[in-house]
């Protein structure tokens, strides 16, 4: 029936005291967070540029005064392309002699699996959804809603398969086969590149995989993730592949630096983003472009645990 006041001086001291974070060996800390595209990123709509993850982990490759990197995830997937950019920067990481750990958040499934399977060890938390290995395409048909809103269009192709992405014609039987065909390959890259970061074979690793969704807790039994933990075991990992000693320390530096206030209005980024958001023509038709533009997903469905 009474309350025990924790003072301020007592938790301020115990912050103090992991003094193993903030010394020593320098290690990059670096978020991939949000659905993942093949483009820039923009913390203001929580999406996650390829391009421009890719090429924080290519600066990290090219300078010399990070020895690890510490990849955090939080995403559920989407762009194969964008999730194929950064796989491939984390795989040059681990070949030019700087080891990757990824520590994974509340979500990291599909895309945001991809881009994690290529590190030297992956933490998760217990509750963490991961996993969905799988691919998925999907087009618009609206050539019925044109027809009810009395619009005719007219089109000229040059090829058989000329309109496979119009939005305004359906898929011809070939055309289904063909995306088929695609979307295998892809399926079976993605097996493929995480067997090989597991070190499992494909018919291994793919009886896992057809897009199935787990906890972090199951992904540790099937060898999908290394250990289980936060911050705290991330950063053992990062000790153990550095040849450290536990109780060595490491300076934990977020990498690119975060900007402040002032410097976040100044920034190309902000601009550009502000300038979209205020057009609603202009955010309609990115919309209506990213709705009629198809593209292999790695994007896992939603999961919830009660």
């Known amino acids: 029936d009474t309350y025990k006041a924790l003072k301020m001086s007592q938790y301020l001291e115990t912050l103090n005291n992991r003094s193993s974070w903030r010394g020593g060996t320098k290690v990059a800390l670096v978020t991939g967070e949000g659905v993942i595209t093949s483009g820039k990123s923009d913390a203001f709509s929580e999406t996650l540029g390829g391009s421009t993850l890719a090429r924080h ?6 300078e010399d005064d990070y020895r690890a990197v510490l990849l955090r995830v939080n995403s559920p997937g989407g762009s194969a ?9 984390v795989r040059l990481l681990q070949e030019a002699g700087i080891p990757v750990i990824v520590s994974m958040s509340g979500v990291a499934g ?3 699996y991809y881009i994690a399977m290529g590190a030297k060890s992956i933490v998760s938390q217990p509750s963490t959804i991961t996993g969905s290995i799988g691919v998925i395409f999907g087009k618009f048909d609206m050539e019925g809603l044109f027809d009810w809103m009395g619009v005719s269009v007219d089109r000229i192709k040059l090829a058989p398969n000329a309109d496979v992405f119009s939005p305004v014609t359906p898929l011809t039987e070939e055309q289904r086969r063909n995306i088929t065909s695609w979307m295998q390959k892809i399926y079976d890259e993605f097996v493929g590149k995480a067997a090989d970061g597991r070190g499992m074979t494909y018919d291994e ?5 057809k897009g199935r969704v787990y906890t972090g807790a199951q992904a540790v039994e099937l060898g ?3 250990a289980l933990g936060g911050y705290g075991a991330s950063i053992a990992e990062v000790k153990e592949a550095l040849g450290l000693e536990p109780s060595d320390s490491i300076q934990l530096v977020r990498y690119p630096p975060p900007l402040g206030f002032w410097e976040s209005l100044t920034t190309t980024e902000f601009l550009e983003t502000y300038t979209q958001n205020v057009s609603w023509r202009g955010f309609l ?5 990213y709705l ?3 593209a292999p997903r790695l994007l896992m469905p939603e999961a919830r645990i009660q």
């Open 57 to 62: 982990l290519r600066e990290l490759r090219e």
């Open 81 to 89: 392309v964008g999730s194929d950019m950064v796989w491939k920067e």
């Open 110 to 112: 599909s895309g945001g």
């Open 205 to 209: 690793l793919e009886a896992k995989a």
């Open 224 to 226: 999908l993730v290394d």
């Open 285 to 289: 038709e990115e919309q209506l472009h």
């Open 292 to 294: 009629t533009t198809p």
